[in-house]
T-cell receptor
Framework: SQTIHQWPATLVQPVGSPLSLECTVE??????LYWYRQAAGRGLQLLFY??????ISSEVPQNLSASRPQDRQFILSSKKLLLSDSGFYLC???????????????FGPGTRLTVL | RKEVEQDPGPFNVPEGATVAFNCTYS??????FFWYRQDCRKEPKLLMSVYSSGNEDGRFTAQLNRASQYISLLIRDSKLSDSATYLCVVNPEYSSASKIIFGSGTRLSIRP
C-alpha cells in the first residue's frame, strides 16, 4: 500500500532563516506531488505541484521554492523565511494520469511551521 | 464569487442526530467532487468521492446536483467521533489534480 511521509512534524524558525521540508512517498511510481499551505482557520492553498522528476509548477508567487530530485521525493525550501510563511504545510500525492482518474489526493501528516 | 463555498459552521448537533451540509461551486464544467475530513491539527483524509448518481458509505451519503452546482454530505446517526471539519473538493479536470480546489471547510461538533 502507499504511504506518504513528511518531516519534521513541527518547526519553529526565526525570520530570515532558511527552510527545508521533505516529503517522500512509498508504494507508487511516478506520482503527481503537491505542496499546500493551510493558514490557521483557512482553506488549503496549492503552492507547487510536480508531474515528474525536475518538473515543478508554481501556483503562487512567493519566497518559497520546490524541487523533486527523485521520483518519490519532494522538497519545499526557502532561503529566508517571512512571518507570513507560518502555517501548516501539507504534501500530497495523486496517481499518475495514465488514462484514469488522477485527482484523488492523499495527504502526508503535515509540518506545522511557526516563524518568529 | 468564490470557486468553492462552504458554510464554515460550526454545526453543533447532539449525538444520534442527522446533519447535512452543502457546498456550492462556480465552475459548471467541474468534473469530479470529493468530501475530505480534517481533524484538528491533522491532515485531510478522503471521506468519499461524489458521483453523479450519488453514493452512500455506511452512515454517510453524498450527492451531486449539477443543475444547481452544489454537492451535499449527509451524516446519519452522528457519533462523537464525527466531530471534525469537512472539506468540499472540486476538480475541473478529470485526469489532473493540479486545478483541484478545496473549500475552507465546515466545522461539525457532535455533543453527547
Amino acid at each position: 500500500s502507499q504511504t506518504i511521509h513528511q518531516w519534521p512534524a513541527t518547526l519553529v524558525q526565526p525570520v530570515g532563516s532558511p527552510l527545508s521540508l521533505e516529503c517522500t512517498v512509498e508504494g507508487t511510481s511516478n506520482p503527481n506531488l503537491y505542496w499546500y499551505r493551510q493558514a490557521a482557520g483557512r482553506g488549503l492553498q496549492l503552492l507547487f505541484y510536480s508531474v515528474g522528476i525536475g518538473q515543478i509548477s508554481s501556483e503562487v508567487p512567493q519566497n518559497l521554492s520546490a524541487s523533486r530530485p527523485q521520483d518519490r521525493q519532494f522538497i519545499l525550501s526557502s532561503k529566508k523565511l517571512l512571518l507570513s510563511d507560518s502555517g501548516f504545510y501539507l504534501c500530497a500525492w495523486s496517481t499518475p494520469p495514465r488514462g484514469g482518474r488522477a485527482d484523488t489526493q492523499y495527504f502526508g501528516p503535515g509540518t506545522r511551521l511557526t516563524v518568529l | 464569487r468564490k470557486e468553492v463555498e462552504q458554510d464554515p459552521g460550526p454545526f453543533n448537533v447532539p449525538e444520534g442526530a442527522t446533519v447535512a451540509f452543502n457546498c456550492t461551486y462556480s465552475n459548471s464544467a467541474s468534473q469530479s467532487f470529493f468530501w475530505y475530513r480534517q481533524d484538528c491539527r491533522k491532515e485531510p483524509k478522503l471521506l468519499m468521492s461524489v458521483y453523479s448518481s450519488g453514493n452512500e458509505d455506511g452512515r454517510f451519503t453524498a450527492q451531486l446536483n449539477r443543475a444547481s452546482q452544489y454537492i451535499s454530505l449527509l451524516i446519519r446517526d452522528s457519533k462523537l467521533s464525527d466531530s471534525a471539519t469537512y472539506l468540499c473538493v472540486v476538480n475541473p479536470e478529470y485526469s489532473s489534480a493540479s486545478k483541484i480546489i478545496f473549500g475552507s471547510g465546515t466545522r461539525l461538533s457532535i455533543r453527547p
